[in-house]
């Protein structure tokens, strides 16, 4: 796939930072040219976090598209708490000012990998 390889890791936590276990998180996104696939399922997926809480995935940098900045969807479900809705940003775009429901809470944490970049973020939800 065209892009730039994107390897996007956390973990799910409790408020007190206990890992979450069975959390799914659903995620979906653009692809580089900022085109969702609206037929299939071409990069969109779901995992659930084991006993550490963790969820990785690999993925391609979405593109920006009219009113929107770069950003990754994801739902994060958990027996209990309910359902987080939400989206993932990218630091130094300079779109993101312009875009209205740009929230710099959601940033992710980059780095330079050997095959892209290497993100990370994790979720609280409120257990
Ligand atoms: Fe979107």
């Not at 890992?19 to 969109?44: C, K, V």
């Not at 598209?65 to 809705?85: D, F, M, N, S």
Request: aromatic content about 8%.
């Amino acid at each position: 796939m065209a892009g730039t390889r994107l390897a996007l890791s956390g973990r799910v936590l409790s408020r007190d930072c206990r890992p979450i276990a069975g959390a799914r998180l659903d995620f979906w996104q653009a692809d580089a040219s900022g085109t969702y696939d609206n037929a299939g399922y071409r990069l969109r997926g779901n995992q659930t976090t084991g006993s550490d809480g963790r969820f990785a995935l690999v993925t391609v940098v979405p593109g920006e598209y009219p009113g929107r900045t770069e950003h990754i969807h994801v739902k994060v479900q958990h027996a209990g708490t309910g359902t987080l809705t939400t989206q993932l940003y990218f630091p130094g775009v300079s779109k993101n000012q312009q875009d209205s429901i740009f929230d710099a809470r959601l940033l992710l944490k980059i780095e330079p990998s050997e095959s892209g970049l290497a993100a990370t973020y994790d979720f609280v939800l409120d257990a």
